[in-house]
């Protein structure tokens, strides 16, 4: 397992993260195993969602596990908010922020976050609010830093012109079938869709402003199209490249597809959505896998991708 520091943070984190978003499918015995089996491959940093089951992803995770302090000091715990999905809008005022923090520690059994994400941009958000929310938390120990995800760079500016703390993550979406962090940036100036600025050059904000980014769906076509691993119908070139340079290494195509990504100099770490434990394992060999540069591009542009 590959490990390297978040700036700004006294943090050193795996560049492999177990998510807990789908955990309610399985039992307490078998969320403990999931657990185990992710501490004994080497990750220390698990995330979490207040919208993940209705909170109820955070409660299976402390109770499967056992939570108390001697395993407590063995995890990087990160957290998102920001969501009201009763009422389906997203809220970043002072109020909500505590109450869900508040919320979020009562069910992981524990005292801290290491991180706090917001989850979704708010378009109504007030900065001020949200650096009175982040300056109470602070303050009080139930948060040690703080991030966001899926923001763009004028989001973030804006965010920290108030806030006194340094963001230092960024969650967003990245996976072989899903790469518009990359695409604009190779295809400068060309007259193709591939060259739209889909993102407003998050990816080299991010690297310029030291904040790390976490790439979530990391086996996904798209915006929930399914995976595209063993999707032969639609990715057949980009399977069979995969497959390939996976049989050269001798690890899963699941390795391949996580190794893609961890390749990226900018320390990228990647958020497993898997409750299959031994997939959790196939994908932890991606962690370090040297993938050439030839290697990089040929996975790239068997997805569909143009290199000028």
Same mark, same amino acid.
């Given at each position: 397992?590959?490990?390297?520091?978040?700036?700004?943070?006294?943090?050193?984190?795996?560049?492999?993260?177990?998510?807990?978003?789908?955990?309610?499918?399985?039992?307490?015995? #078998?969320?403990?195993? $999931?657990?185990?089996?992710?501490?004994? #491959?080497?990750?220390? !940093?698990?995330?979490?969602?207040?919208?993940?089951?209705?909170? +109820?992803?955070?409660?299976? !995770?402390?109770?499967?596990?056992?939570?108390?302090?001697?395993?407590?000091?063995?995890?990087?715990?990160?957290?998102?908010?920001?969501?009201?999905?009763?009422?389906?809008?997203?809220?970043?005022?002072?109020?909500?922020?505590?109450?869900?923090?508040?919320? %979020?520690?009562?069910?992981?059994?524990?005292?801290?976050? @290491?991180?706090?994400?917001?989850?979704?941009?708010?378009?109504?958000?007030?900065?001020? #609010?949200?650096?009175?929310? !982040?300056?109470?938390?602070?303050?009080?120990?139930?948060?040690?830093?703080?991030?966001?995800?899926?923001?763009?760079?004028?989001?973030?500016?804006?965010?920290?012109?108030?806030?006194?703390?340094?963001?230092?993550?960024?969650? $967003?979406? $990245?996976? %072989?079938?899903?790469?518009?962090?990359?695409? /604009?940036?190779?295809?400068?100036?060309?007259?193709?869709?591939?060259?739209?600025?889909? @993102?407003? /050059?998050?990816?080299?904000?991010?690297?310029?402003?030291?904040?790390?980014?976490?790439?979530? /769906?990391?086996?996904?076509?798209?915006?929930?199209?399914?995976? !595209?691993?063993? @999707?032969?119908?639609?990715?057949? +070139?980009?399977?069979?490249?995969?497959?390939?340079?996976? +049989?050269?290494?001798?690890?899963?195509?699941?390795?391949?597809?996580?190794?893609? %990504?961890?390749?990226?100099?900018?320390?990228?770490?990647?958020?497993?959505?898997?409750?299959?434990?031994?997939?959790?394992?196939?994908?932890?060999?991606? /962690? @370090?896998?040297?993938?050439?540069?030839?290697?990089?591009?040929?996975?790239?542009?068997?997805?569909?991708?143009?290199?000028?």
């Amino acid at each position: 397992m590959k490990y390297y520091p978040i700036k700004n943070t006294n943090l050193n984190v795996s560049n492999i993260i177990m998510g807990n978003m789908r955990i309610t499918q399985l039992s307490l015995s #078998e969320i403990e195993k $999931l657990i185990r089996t992710a501490m004994d #491959e080497g990750i220390n !940093f698990f995330d979490h969602a207040d919208i993940y089951g209705g909170g +109820e992803c955070e409660e299976l !995770f402390s109770n499967a596990i056992q939570m108390n302090a001697d395993i407590r000091e063995k995890m990087i715990l990160q957290s998102k908010c920001g969501i009201n999905t009763k009422d389906n809008y997203f809220d970043f005022s002072k109020e909500h922020i505590l109450k869900s923090v508040d919320g %979020i520690l009562k069910r992981l059994k524990t005292d801290y976050l @290491d991180i706090l994400l917001l989850h979704r941009p708010d378009p109504l958000m007030e900065p001020e #609010e949200v650096a009175e929310a !982040f300056e109470e938390l602070h303050n009080s120990g139930k948060v040690n830093y703080f991030g966001v995800s899926n923001h763009n760079p004028a989001q973030i500016d804006l965010l920290q012109k108030y806030i006194s703390q340094k963001l230092v993550v960024n969650q $967003l979406q $990245l996976s %072989i079938a899903h790469t518009p962090l990359i695409d /604009s940036g190779i295809a400068l100036n060309m007259n193709i869709d591939q060259s739209v600025n889909r @993102d407003s /050059s998050i990816l080299e904000y991010c690297r310029l402003n030291d904040i790390t980014i976490q790439a979530w /769906s990391p086996y996904q076509n798209g915006f929930f199209k399914g995976p !595209f691993l063993g @999707d032969v119908e639609n990715f057949p +070139e980009l399977n069979e490249v995969i497959d390939n340079i996976a +049989e050269k290494y001798e690890v899963t195509n699941t390795a391949i597809a996580t190794a893609w %990504i961890t390749r990226h100099p900018a320390n990228i770490q990647v958020v497993l959505g898997t409750t299959n434990a031994q997939r959790l394992k196939d994908a932890c060999k991606g /962690s @370090d896998i040297p993938l050439t540069r030839d290697e990089w591009y040929k996975i790239y542009k068997a997805a569909g991708n143009i290199v000028p």
